[in-house]
């Protein structure tokens, strides 16, 4: 955490945070209906391997549920706020250790930065794979605490659900992780691939002390996951326009960051005298430009791929418009940019966010600055929004520079096919066998971008059933888990540690 951030009080710098969850799930909320149908059938990536899967080998016993739960309930009450001292995350670790001591005792464990480091050796030799997670958690505002219906750091176990900040944002993928991997070990199991697992404690502020040291000091060992899973999308039930099953959306590519300030200069003076245009008239003409020429929008990956893999559930007229995608894309496109949730899939999206200039009512101010934040499509890059920026605004009078450190490129976009989706869809299908697959694209950041060259595929996705309900609950009022949609955490990772053992071979790497 930065100086300048330490000294804004909590209630601004919470506005700041990198929304992980919630906005990359937001995203696909109103996907106009009759969008799925206009793809090209080859198009439909998603497809679930075909394997034979011991659906049962995954279980948890009553005791094992009991004790993931527990630990849960036990974590969430660590305040482990960005800006809170030190120990609330020790005593996390302290926590998960005592909870799971097989894991903590059979894993080599170390502490790297505000991450914690787990490996499962395998008995092959080959890459290993990865799971992240992180278990810092967003602040909750004084003044909402006591709209909760429990206390937000009480973990409290009521009405089928545990309570608190952290529930659904992280905390419940790290236990579940965990858990899952003590249930395996209570039985005697060696994985075949090694397993990496990361828990950050910094996500939420950028990750930089946590999992950006993590993917450092993998790529300085010359450690290349053959792919990995963070959070970023989840099974989403009722929320896209026009699907009856719920949607298991799993995040291929991170949306890039940019952030640019833009400059008008003139000559000062008193405002009896003016000339046609101030510093301020220069600088609104510029942003006026800027809003209305907004990047090209294109139907590219992921977000055509997660298109041909609803289109077949989906009704109505935008199911039929998503079928036919090779004549429709141009009304699809239309649709889509029809609304701001669906315009940031498939295009970089701007946002005049900041505005100042002036010093008195009677005085021609001598500088404007005006900010514009760019969320970048999978393809676009940093370079090409500055260059459209200048031929847009087309003032040479306007100075046009990059305002924060934070900015980086959009990701690749992970594949469709190898191992890591196809364990990953395994273990979807038999977790949530009713479930939809498909990619997506994922608005927020995620600890996930520091692997960007680093792991070979990553993927975004967490194993929790979101109704619309839930929603404002990430990062919001109630945040809450429910115990049904907790259990299959662990039943998740169990399945899919064991997939990717399935998937694997002795030899090969
Ligand atoms: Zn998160």
Redesign the pocket.
Same mark, same amino acid.
């Given at each position: 955490m930065s100086p300048s951030q330490r000294e804004t009080r909590p209630r601004d710098w919470w506005r700041r945070l990198t929304p992980?969850?919630a906005a990359a799930v937001t995203a696909f909320l109103l996907l106009p209906a009759g969008l799925a149908s206009a793809l090209p059938p080859r198009a439909q990536a998603a497809a679930i391997p075909q394997s034979a899967q011991p659906a049962d080998a995954a279980a948890l016993n009553e005791q094992e549920i009991e004790n993931a739960r527990a630990a849960l309930a036990g974590i969430v009450q660590e305040e482990t706020v960005a800006g809170a001292p030190p120990e609330a995350l020790e005593r996390v670790h302290e926590k998960l250790r005592r909870a799971f001591p097989r894991a903590f005792s059979q894993l080599r464990a170390e502490r790297i930065g505000t991450s914690l480091l787990l490996e499962w050796t395998g008995r092959s030799p080959g890459a290993p794979w990865m799971l992240l997670a992180?278990l810092d958690v967003v602040p909750v505002e004084n003044d909402t605490a006591q709209n909760w219906a429990h206390p937000p750091f009480s973990g409290k176990i009521a009405a089928g659900a545990i309570w608190g900040r952290g529930t659904l #944002? #992280?905390k419940a993928s790290a236990v579940g992780i965990l858990a899952a991997i003590e249930s395996l070990l209570a039985d005697g199991y060696v994985p075949r691939r090694t397993l990496l697992v990361g828990l950050g404690g910094d $996500? $939420?502020t950028g990750g930089t002390g946590g999992a950006a040291q993590v993917a450092a000091t993998l790529r300085q060992r010359g450690i290349a996951p053959e792919f990995l899973l963070d $959070?970023g999308y989840a099974v989403i039930d009722g929320s896209i326009v026009g699907v009856k099953p719920p949607v298991a959306m799993i995040g291929l590519a991170e949306k890039g960051y940019l952030t640019l300030r833009l400059q008008a200069r003139a000559e000062g003076g008193h405002s009896s005298m003016p000339p046609p245009h101030s510093a301020i008239g220069r600088l609104a003409r510029a942003v006026v430009r800027l809003e209305e020429a907004p990047l090209p929008s294109r139907l590219a990956e992921p977000m055509r791929s997660g298109l041909a893999a609803l289109a077949p559930h989906m009704s109505g007229v935008q199911g039929l418009a998503l079928r036919a995608m090779w004549l429709t894309s141009p009304l699809v496109r239309h649709l889509l940019e029809g609304k701001p949730a669906t315009a940031a899939q498939i295009r970089t999206t701007t946002a005049v966010t900041m505005i100042a200039g002036g010093v008195a009512e009677n005085v021609l101010p001598e500088e404007a600055t005006a900010t514009v934040n760019f969320r970048l499509l999978p393809g676009d890059t940093a370079d090409g929004v500055i260059h459209h920026v200048r031929r847009v605004v087309d003032d040479d009078a306007i100075e046009i520079e990059i305002a924060t450190a934070a900015s980086r490129e959009p990701t690749r976009v992970s594949s469709t096919e190898g191992l890591g989706w196809d364990a990953l869809s395994q273990a979807i299908a038999t977790v949530f066998p009713e479930a939809v697959i498909a990619p997506g694209l994922t608005l927020g950041g995620?600890d996930a971008k520091h692997f960007e060259g680093v792991a070979r595929q990553v993927y975004r996705f967490v194993p929790m059933r979101l109704a619309p309900g839930d929603l404002p609950r990430v990062h919001g009022l109630d945040e809450r888990i429910p115990l049904a949609s907790f259990d299959e955490f662990p039943a998740f990772y169990s399945n899919l540690i064991q997939a990717v053992d399935e998937r694997s071979s002795d030899a090969a790497p």
């Amino acid at each position: 955490m930065s100086p300048s951030q330490r000294e804004t009080r909590p209630r601004d710098w919470w506005r700041r945070l990198t929304p992980c969850a919630a906005a990359a799930v937001t995203a696909f909320l109103l996907l106009p209906a009759g969008l799925a149908s206009a793809l090209p059938p080859r198009a439909q990536a998603a497809a679930i391997p075909q394997s034979a899967q011991p659906a049962d080998a995954a279980a948890l016993n009553e005791q094992e549920i009991e004790n993931a739960r527990a630990a849960l309930a036990g974590i969430v009450q660590e305040e482990t706020v960005a800006g809170a001292p030190p120990e609330a995350l020790e005593r996390v670790h302290e926590k998960l250790r005592r909870a799971f001591p097989r894991a903590f005792s059979q894993l080599r464990a170390e502490r790297i930065g505000t991450s914690l480091l787990l490996e499962w050796t395998g008995r092959s030799p080959g890459a290993p794979w990865m799971l992240l997670a992180h278990l810092d958690v967003v602040p909750v505002e004084n003044d909402t605490a006591q709209n909760w219906a429990h206390p937000p750091f009480s973990g409290k176990i009521a009405a089928g659900a545990i309570w608190g900040r952290g529930t659904l #944002d #992280d905390k419940a993928s790290a236990v579940g992780i965990l858990a899952a991997i003590e249930s395996l070990l209570a039985d005697g199991y060696v994985p075949r691939r090694t397993l990496l697992v990361g828990l950050g404690g910094d $996500e $939420e502020t950028g990750g930089t002390g946590g999992a950006a040291q993590v993917a450092a000091t993998l790529r300085q060992r010359g450690i290349a996951p053959e792919f990995l899973l963070d $959070e970023g999308y989840a099974v989403i039930d009722g929320s896209i326009v026009g699907v009856k099953p719920p949607v298991a959306m799993i995040g291929l590519a991170e949306k890039g960051y940019l952030t640019l300030r833009l400059q008008a200069r003139a000559e000062g003076g008193h405002s009896s005298m003016p000339p046609p245009h101030s510093a301020i008239g220069r600088l609104a003409r510029a942003v006026v430009r800027l809003e209305e020429a907004p990047l090209p929008s294109r139907l590219a990956e992921p977000m055509r791929s997660g298109l041909a893999a609803l289109a077949p559930h989906m009704s109505g007229v935008q199911g039929l418009a998503l079928r036919a995608m090779w004549l429709t894309s141009p009304l699809v496109r239309h649709l889509l940019e029809g609304k701001p949730a669906t315009a940031a899939q498939i295009r970089t999206t701007t946002a005049v966010t900041m505005i100042a200039g002036g010093v008195a009512e009677n005085v021609l101010p001598e500088e404007a600055t005006a900010t514009v934040n760019f969320r970048l499509l999978p393809g676009d890059t940093a370079d090409g929004v500055i260059h459209h920026v200048r031929r847009v605004v087309d003032d040479d009078a306007i100075e046009i520079e990059i305002a924060t450190a934070a900015s980086r490129e959009p990701t690749r976009v992970s594949s469709t096919e190898g191992l890591g989706w196809d364990a990953l869809s395994q273990a979807i299908a038999t977790v949530f066998p009713e479930a939809v697959i498909a990619p997506g694209l994922t608005l927020g950041g995620t600890d996930a971008k520091h692997f960007e060259g680093v792991a070979r595929q990553v993927y975004r996705f967490v194993p929790m059933r979101l109704a619309p309900g839930d929603l404002p609950r990430v990062h919001g009022l109630d945040e809450r888990i429910p115990l049904a949609s907790f259990d299959e955490f662990p039943a998740f990772y169990s399945n899919l540690i064991q997939a990717v053992d399935e998937r694997s071979s002795d030899a090969a790497p």
